[in-house]
């Protein structure tokens, strides 16, 4: 003993100055995570994304089964009310809800709009019989991933709300219901 009564290494002390290296460390880096993902969200942020456009021809179109009815074909000028386009990954239940829920508010309430379905985040191309139980106007595969790379969108099930000529009206969160015109 050298008199400093605080000096004596023993097996409970070195473990404990071991484990209070290895917090500083586990902080250090969960700092360094965060940082970085504050950089990488800004950098995403402030990338130019184009503004979102419906232009069918940018999409690959599903056809329905010849038994699922006759449903207009969709272009830019087919109807004079608006077309809501959901963001549909096929198997996220929540979107699936949201498009069915969609789909029975428009019958409920006789609303002019047109409901369509974009499938997003598939990498191979859906059959019709997704068409068919979807339900919709027309359901599209975004092969190209434009909903994704161009338009900058991440959140499955969001409404896209477009114009009659294809602008973007509003974009809605799977949360809430597109507002109708009033002119309805």
Known sequence: MDGNW???RTPAAD???RYAGWMRLGYALSVVALAALGVLWHLDRTRHWDT???DPAAFERIAP???AGTRPASSAGATSGPTWVVAVQPSCPHCRAHLAALLARRARERLPARIEALI???STRPGAQLARELGTD???WDAREVWRRRWGHRVYGETLCFAG???LLEVVPPSADPIVP???
């Open 6 to 8: 605080g000096s004596e």
């Open 65 to 67: 089964p010849a038994d």
């Open 120 to 122: 997003v985040d598939v």
């Open 138 to 140: 027309a359901t599209w």
């Open 165 to 167: 000529d294809g602008t």
């Open 15 to 17: 473990a404990s100055r």
């Open 182 to 184: 009033a002119s309805h």
């Open 52 to 54: 979102p456009r419906w």
